[in-house]
Structures are given as structure tokens and as C-alpha cells.
Nanobody, 127 residues
Framework: QVQLVESGGGLVQAGGSLRLSCAAS????????MGWFRQAPGKEREFVSY????????YYADSVKGRFTISRDNAKNTVFLQVNSLKPEDTAVYYC????????????????????WGQGTQVTVSS
């Protein structure tokens, strides 16, 4: 069982930055690939970013590429999402998720392949 706790969300002006964190329980964190997803009001949850267990592979949604950076610290059981140049359309609840084993490009975007989910952290971007 893996428990995930997100933090770092908040209210920020357009153009601002935040660093989201997701702390995981357990002793085998590096065996899990991690993903970030988000859900805006009235919309379906969508893929944001992915990082493999070793941190060697990362993927991003086109809408955040160049603005968001995913990273992980396996010694601290934590995955990060640095979000820069925020736009009002980035407003959403951001969720981290853990998947046993790594994923390929397309499967990294598939929610049902992830085994554990956090409770989410709200990011609100004002214009």
C-alpha cells in the first residue's frame, strides 16, 4: 500500500510559479513511476506529466511542455512538479499518482493504469 500526500498548491497570479510536492509512504518508492494529473472545474481529469521510477524518462502534456518540470527524489520518497508561467487555464486540482513499474509514452497518460492516488492540491491562477 502506498499513500500519497500532495502539497504546495495555492493562489498565484498569472505568470507566477509554484512547486508542487507529493510525498509517498513505503520503502519501494523507486519501483513506482509517478504521474501528475489535474482536474479543472466542470472538466475531466487530464494527464499533466510522468516520470519513471529512476527519473530517467519524463513526459509532458503539450499544454504544459516548456513550463512545467517533473522531478523526483527517491531518497526522500517525493516527486515534484515545478509549475512556471502559470495561466488561468492551469487552474485545477492537481493529483499525483503512483504506478507499479514504468510506462511507455501513451500508457503513461492512462489513469486506470495507476495504482494509487493522492487527495489533490488546489492551484488557482488569477488573471
Amino acid at each position: 500500500q502506498v499513500q500519497l500526500v500532495e502539497s504546495g498548491g495555492g493562489l498565484v497570479q498569472a505568470g507566477g510559479s509554484l512547486r508542487l510536492s507529493c510525498a509517498a509512504s513505503g520503502r519501494t518508492f523507486s519501483s513506482y513511476a509517478m504521474g501528475w494529473f489535474r482536474q479543472a472545474p466542470g472538466k475531466e481529469r487530464e494527464f499533466v506529466s510522468y516520470i519513471s521510477g529512476s527519473g530517467g524518462n519524463t513526459y509532458y502534456a503539450d499544454s504544459v511542455k516548456g513550463r512545467f518540470t517533473i522531478s523526483r527524489d527517491n531518497a526522500k520518497n517525493t516527486v515534484f512538479l515545478q509549475v512556471n508561467s502559470l495561466k488561468p487555464e492551469d487552474t485545477a486540482v492537481y493529483y499525483c499518482a503512483a504506478k507499479r513499474g514504468d510506462a511507455f509514452y501513451f500508457s503513461s497518460r492512462t489513469e486506470r493504469l495507476y495504482d494509487y492516488w493522492g487527495q489533490g492540491t488546489q492551484v488557482t491562477v488569477s488573471s
